[in-house]
Nanobody, 126 residues
Framework: VQLQASGGGLVQAGGSLRLACAASGVTVSTYTMGWFRQAPGKEREFVAAIEWNGDITLYSDSVKGRFTISKDNAKNTVYLQMNSLKPEDTAVYYC????????????????????WGQGTQVTVSS
């Protein structure tokens, strides 16, 4: 399983970025997929997740209303559209796969996910 995150970069506060997570060895229509982030000196934290069948999305309170998670099953890719970015959004962003196929629960717990990609750096300047 490989999850390749891309789309990060340097952006001014208030700007937008779109992250992509290209999956291989896993079908995103079978597993709930999540985005997480980790800032220097801080623990990895949940950002957003999308249920395996696409019906349910879950967001952390800190990004709700600004970020949107989506996926394209045909491209086997998960996206994170990030709008109204803030300096506190600065972190390395990772995508990951739920440990359980067709899970009935969309989890925000780091421990519920595996196969972390290499991450993509997002830096928001003030």
């Amino acid at each position: 399983v490989q999850l390749q995150a891309s789309g990060g970069g340097l952006v001014q506060a208030g700007g937008s970025l779109r992250l992509a997570c290209a999956a291989s060895g896993v079908t995103v229509s079978t597993y709930t997929m999540g985005w997480f982030r980790q800032a220097p000196g801080k623990e990895r934290e949940f950002v957003a997740a999308i249920e395996w069948n696409g019906d349910i999305t879950l967001y952390s309170d800190s990004v709700k209303g600004r970020f949107t998670i989506s996926k394209d099953n045909a491209k086997n890719t998960v996206y994170l559209q990030m709008n109204s970015l803030k300096p506190e959004d600065t972190a390395v962003y990772y995508c990951a796969r739920d440990r359980t196929p067709n899970s009935p629960v969309v989890s925000s717990r780091v421990a519920a996910y595996e196969h972390w990609g290499q991450g993509t750096q997002v830096t928001v300047s003030s």
